[in-house]
Nanobody, 117 residues
Framework: QVQLVESGGGLVQPGGSLRLSCSAS????????MGWYRQGPGKQRELVAT???????TYADSVRGRFSIYRDNAKNTIYLQMNMLRTEDTAIYFC???????????WGQGTQVTVSS
């Protein structure tokens, strides 16, 4: 069992930066895919970025070059560094850890990011 707790959201002006954190309790399976998703107002949840335990990353086209996903193994924490934020990045951001091969799928409670002047 893995529990995920996000933090780091808040209000930021366009062009600003935020770093989201996802603290995981319990060990993360070596086959896990870690990711950040977001759900904007009136929109469906969408994938933002993923990270495998081998370090491979993927990004949504809308955030590539601005966002970075990485992990601190010692702290068992997954981060999302968000730079050059835009108003359209406003959303609730969710942390996810899943292991497709054994049908495990864990979610955090979400953290609100608001980009506004």
């Amino acid at each position: 069992q893995v529990q995920l707790v996000e933090s780091g959201g808040g209000l930021v002006q366009p062009g600003g930066s935020l770093r989201l954190s996802c603290s995981a309790s319990g060990s993360i399976n070596k086959l896990a895919i870690m990711g950040w998703y977001r759900q904007g107002p009136g929109k469906q949840r969408e994938l933002v970025a993923t990270l495998t335990t081998l370090g491979a990353t993927t990004y949504a086209d809308s955030v590539r070059g601005r966002f970075s996903i990485y992990r601190d193994n010692a702290k068992n924490t997954i981060y999302l560094q968000m730079n050059m934020l835009r108003t359209e990045d406003t959303a609730i951001y969710f942390c996810n850890v899943r292991v497709p091969t054994i049908n495990q799928d864990y979610w955090g409670q979400g953290t609100q990011v608001t980009v506004s002047s």
